[in-house]
């Protein structure tokens, strides 16, 4: 299960909504070992795709020199889908190289309605998980 | 010519669990030859036919060896090698 805050929610859509139709990327860190999302990185979209996307190389580096300056882990890595469901897509699934993040999902497909799903991906394998949202 | 190279979670397997090794090498091919010799298997995950896989990242330092020549990317004495793998999808 994620246990993550109303605000961190509210960040990832509104990041989601504001790189429609491209899609989104990020990342929450918080404290290594704690699986406790606190500190949301918007992450720039190297492909700048509406189908695709990339951490930036140089600024993948610098984020993660900061969180283990810091004693951090990528607790969650999400993005969006701008015109299909929150479920992780085929390349999604062959690139996830991180057994202990949340993967989250955050569709932007509806104008109004967003959906957001988290997963585990271990070895290919896609298991969807409850999201628990904390009041902030 | 010795460095340390920081190893990401994915590949800790490879380095029964030690999150950064030492290596020998004047460039980053020789490094990972280097690192093959001491932790099998972590070259196939990094170099394909010849060159670095496309969705690893590897930077010599604060330098991306994409812009410094590849596998031909020049490493001294000292210098901090650090691997890992890009964070993408569709």
Redesign the interface.
């Known amino acids: 299960m994620l246990v993550i805050r109303r605000d961190l929610v509210d960040a990832m859509v509104a990041h989601a909504r504001r790189d429609h139709p491209d899609e989104a990327?990020g990342?929450i860190a918080g404290p290594e070992g704690s699986d406790r999302p606190e500190r949301i990185i918007e992450?720039e979209n190297a492909?700048r795709s509406p189908?695709?996307?990339?951490?930036d190389?140089?600024e993948?580096?610098k984020v993660?020199r900061e969180m283990q300056a810091n004693d951090e882990e990528a607790v969650v890595?999400y993005?969006s889908h701008t015109a299909t469901e929150a479920y992780?897509?085929?390349?999604?699934i062959?690139?996830?190289?991180?057994?202990?993040a949340h993967y989250v999902l955050v569709s932007t497909r509806d104008p109004i309605e967003y959906e957001l799903r988290s997963y585990r991906i271990v070895d290919g394998v896609v298991t969807e998980e409850p999201v628990k949202i904390i009041e902030s | 010519m010795a460095v340390t190279v920081s190893i990401?979670?994915?590949l800790r397997t490879h380095t029964g669990g030690e999150k950064s090794v030492s290596a020998a090498g004047t460039t980053l091919a020789e490094v990972i030859d280097d690192l093959e010799n001491n932790h099998g298997g972590l070259k196939a995950r990094l170099v394909k036919e010849g060159a670095l896989h496309r969705?690893v990242?590897v930077?010599v330092n604060?330098e991306?060896v994409?812009f410094s020549g590849g596998l031909e990317a020049a490493v001294k004495d000292g210098d901090n090698v650090?691997i890992?793998?890009?964070?993408?999808?569709?």
């Open positions: 990327c990342q992450m492909e189908t695709f996307y990339r951490f190389a140089a993948q580096l993660y890595i993005h992780p897509s085929r390349t999604d062959k690139f996830a190289n991180e057994p202990q | 990401p979670t994915i969705f990242n930077y604060d991306d994409r650090t890992l793998p890009a964070v993408a999808g569709g």
